[in-house]
């Protein structure tokens, strides 16, 4: 009996240690988090535009503040701040995306009163500003695209009512090349809400395509995606409804292929995998696609293509009417692998997001605290958490 | 100053514990080696939290509220809860047992958060107080050597080991008022309260090391005592990989996410435990010689 009772009590004990002791877990900080960048000033309003992961593994954030004023952060790897600086009220109306060239970063601005194109370098020790050039026949810039190799600017030409784009050389102080589409209709009002972050954001995207660009904006009296060759020459179009209708998220994937998101008013629409024609004359009513009725289709549709466990996937973010951010995950033939819902209860709206160097994701949200005060927030999604979603762990 | 506290406390109930054995001369002296005793014991229990890695969802220059503020010890009465289970000792000697009490647990600790904004635009400032209590239930498995110091019916004893705890259930409540004042009065009805469970959020199991001192009574077919336990968490409870997961909704709502901590408790309890072996041999006294 003595000796029963005492090896029982020992085997539960000893058992239980070794189950509570034996896992050893590598886990970082770094991989999962949330930050919230707040202010008790309750007059500012932020509305996050682009996020880059720097070489050190923090991040670069730009962002509007009280309208069209620009500021500018950078975190470390864990979403501390490392440095703020809100720019001079001369720049305003950042085009939403960070170009990162040869491990510097850039942002593509308008002169407040001049409404001509800047481009600026940011220091990224101190996060001052350096001008690289202006573009002043460049007016009211809308969106940019960069990569190593070449960069685009897309812009409205108030005089003539036409959605201009521009290629720049490698050093972004001149343009190689430009082109144009006919508005046919002045779309100042339009603009000046969106410029100012007053009113209706337009999705302004320029892609580059394996034979040109495919962008959004305004064309023929609607809002529009158009294809364009190498030269900058119009190809073909999908034409939106007017201006409440149109493709508002595109993600080239190869030759014709495209991952797409549309709007059609207030509803909102993807497809991971149609095929566009680059010299076709259509309508974005006709590319078919999945409603997403959940989805706002009046915010940010963030478009990526992500790598999972060494495998290509298409990953669309959307910001629902129940407050969530709902990020959809698709095999590269489009088909819906996995799905998650992130944030609940308050506000969570996206804006941009990047792939991290440990395979996770970084999303760049707007957070409205205490229901009225809109902040910067970054939810950093693992590794591993991408791979539950699609099931794969 | 909470040591002291605590120190003073302990010291008390060992001279009180000693003062009540000395002063009870008996006839009869227990008889413990080899006894089996099987009983029940509950009681409550007062947890202090110790942060290992604090951690904040708000990243501001001027939030100073945002740090948690935890119970101060001489609040300590708000992170009380309770805790019960069955009892089991064996003599090993007249003097030496070991202990093994198999129970149900629950922690409980609060901490306190504020936020603030002014808004001279629209004249919307903005005050937010929040109360933050966790109450966490586990499945206790504590194992003890027990050093009976006398032989009597009045016997105090000591008692140190080791435990490990499976979670069972957690659950958060947070209450809200609209002043930052260093309380949240939870029972007026101008408080906002939420509640979610944070099970996802903990880690399945967690182990320490336990000591304290108590005073039994041994009657014939019986003992009934009350014990005082330090219970000192050795493992951090939360899941660093779910802390941000948002299990419960309550991160940007409330701007929290869990510290990491590891327990710190104190128990108090009542013991009553029969002898059961053997059978026909119950009663525990023996005759004194002397």
């Not at chain 2, 100053?1 to 054995?21: C, D, E, H, P, R």
């Not at chain 2, 080696?33 to 951690?55: A, D, R």
């Not at chain 2, 029972?187 to 880690?203: R, V």
Request: hydrophobic residues 35%; glycine residues 8%; proline residues 2%.
């Amino acid at each position: 009996m003595k000796f029963r009772f005492i090896k029982l009590v020992s085997f539960i004990f000893i058992c239980s240690l070794f189950i509570t002791g034996c896992k050893k877990d590598d886990f970082k900080q770094e991989e999962v988090f949330v930050k919230i960048f707040d202010d008790t000033d309750g007059n500012k309003k932020f509305v996050p535009l682009s996020i880059q992961q720097t070489e050190d593994g923090g991040y670069m954030i730009l962002s509007a503040v009280n309208g069209w004023n620009i500021f500018l952060m950078k975190t470390d790897l864990n979403g501390e701040v490392v440095w703020k600086n809100e720019v001079d009220g001369e720049h305003v109306n950042a085009a939403p995306t960070l170009i990162k060239k040869q491990g510097n970063y850039y942002f593509v601005c308008m002169d407040r009163v001049g409404l001509f194109t800047k481009i600026f370098q940011i220091n990224q020790s101190s996060g001052s500003i350096t001008l690289v050039n202006s573009f002043n026949s460049m007016l009211f810039p809308t969106a940019v695209y960069s990569d190593e190799n070449t960069t685009y600017i897309q812009n409205y030409n108030r005089v003539s009512y036409k959605t201009e784009i521009h290629e720049l050389n490698s050093t972004l102080t001149g343009v190689v090349k430009s082109g144009m589409i006919d508005v046919f209709t002045s779309v100042e009002n339009e603009l000046v809400n969106h410029n100012s972050f007053n009113g209706r954001r337009f999705p302004f995207i320029i892609q580059k395509t394996s034979n040109g660009i495919v962008m959004t904006g305004f064309y023929n009296y609607s809002f529009s995606a158009v294809f364009l060759n190498s030269n900058l020459q119009f190809t073909g179009t999908y034409n939106g409804a007017g201006f409440n209708g149109g493709v508002n998220t595109i993600l080239p994937l190869s030759g014709n292929q495209f991952a797409i998101g549309k709007f059609s008013n207030d509803n909102q629409y993807f497809n991971a995998n149609c095929t566009l024609n680059p010299s076709t004359i259509d309508i974005a009513e006709n590319i078919s696609a999945a409603g997403y009725s959940e989805l706002y289709s009046n915010k940010p549709i963030v478009t990526k293509s992500i790598k999972i466990n060494g495998t290509n996937y298409i990953c669309m973010l959307g910001s629902s009417r129940n407050n969530y951010v709902l990020m959809s995950i698709y095999n590269v033939d489009g088909t819906l692998v996995g799905q998650k819902k992130i944030g609940q209860n308050t506000p969570y709206t996206i804006y941009d997001a990047v792939q991290t160097s440990d395979e996770g994701m970084q999303l760049l949200i707007q957070v409205k605290l205490a229901g009225m005060y809109h902040r910067i927030g970054l939810v950093k999604i693992s590794d591993e958490q991408l791979k539950e979603i699609i099931g794969e762990e | 100053m909470n040591k002291q506290y605590l120190l003073k406390g302990i010291l008390t109930s060992l001279i009180l514990v000693f003062a009540i054995a000395n002063t009870n001369a008996q006839d009869y002296y227990v008889y413990r080696k080899n006894k089996v005793f099987i009983g029940i014991y509950g009681g409550v229990n007062f947890t202090m939290p110790e942060v290992i890695k604090s951690y904040s969802v708000i990243n501001s220059d001027n939030q100073p509220g945002n740090e948690k503020a935890y119970t101060e010890f001489s609040k300590l009465k708000e992170n009380m809860s309770n805790q019960f289970g069955f009892y089991f000792t064996y003599g090993l000697s007249n003097q030496f047992s070991l202990v093994f009490k198999p129970g149900y647990h629950t922690y409980r600790f609060n901490y306190l958060t504020s936020y603030s904004w002014t808004d001279t635009v629209d004249f919307m400032n903005t005050a937010k107080e929040f109360k933050h209590r966790q109450n966490l239930s586990y499945f206790t498995l504590p194992v003890l050597i027990r050093w009976d110091l006398a032989k009597k019916r009045f016997t105090p004893f000591i008692q140190v080991g080791g435990y490990c705890d499976i979670l069972h259930q957690a659950n958060k409540s947070i209450f809200t008022d609209a002043t930052i004042d260093g309380t949240v009065d939870h029972k007026n009805n101008l408080s906002e309260t939420a509640n979610q469970s944070i099970s996802k959020h903990l880690k399945t199991f967690s182990a320490g090391v336990v000591g304290g001192i108590g005073l039994s009574y041994y009657a014939k077919s019986f003992t009934i005592g009350v014990e005082c336990n330090y219970r000192y968490g050795l493992m951090n409870i939360f899941n660093d990989r779910q802390r941000f997961a948002d299990h419960t909704g309550f991160t940007a709502e409330y701007l929290d996410v869990m510290d990491q901590i590891k327990l710190r408790n104190i128990d108090v309890q009542l013991v009553l435990t029969f002898p059961v072996h053997p059978l026909p041999d119950l009663n525990i006294l023996r005759r004194s010689k002397y």
